[in-house]
């Protein structure tokens, strides 16, 4: 079973409380135009005139040159992490995804980075967990290279 994940909740709150993004800013505020605005939180899109936080985000715990940072957006007001099972809905409406699988000292493991159709997602990111050098895979956009969310095994 796989195990999809957005930003941890108290991550999330920090930044719709105006903490400080990767680059020490804080969030910039704006509105959702609806599909294309994937909440790195809930995991569902921020809705159509809706406000919205636009700010860096490295979903790594340290510092390392494989700790990528870049653009996400999530919902201004709170909203609660997914619970069904399954891919997320912002998984669902881009035609394809950028896939990095990473060990546990998060740093890629080389020969897992592809991009890959949204209708092969949840196969091709199996297949990687089933290596047990592979603790994670992480899903980007494969035009922009935001980081989605993150995949794991379930337990």
């Given at each position: 079973m796989i195990s999809y994940t957005g930003l941890p909740t108290e991550v999330a709150r920090s930044y719709q409380a105006g903490?400080?993004?990767?680059?020490?800013?804080?969030?910039?505020?704006?509105?959702?135009?609806?599909?294309?605005?994937?909440?790195?939180?809930c995991l569902g899109h921020v809705p159509e005139g809706q406000g919205m936080l636009i700010l860096a985000h490295r979903p790594f715990g340290a510092l390392q040159p494989y700790a990528e940072t870049g653009p996400i957006f999530l919902c201004s007001d709170t909203c609660e992490k997914q619970h069904d099972a399954g891919l997320p809905e912002v998984l669902k409406t881009s035609p394809?995804?950028?896939?990095?699988?990473?060990?546990?000292?998060?740093?890629?493991?080389?020969?897992?980075?592809?991009i890959v159709v949204q209708a092969d997602l949840e196969a091709a990111i199996a297949t990687r967990l089933e290596d047990p050098r592979v603790a994670f895979v992480d899903i980007r956009s494969s035009r922009n290279n935001c980081w989605i969310a993150r995949a794991t095994r379930e337990d």
């Open positions: 903490g400080t993004d990767a680059y020490g800013h804080a969030p910039e505020q704006s509105v959702s135009d609806g599909v294309g605005n994937p909440c790195r939180h394809d995804y950028l896939i990095k699988g990473y060990t546990s000292d998060e740093r890629i493991y080389y020969g897992t980075g592809e």
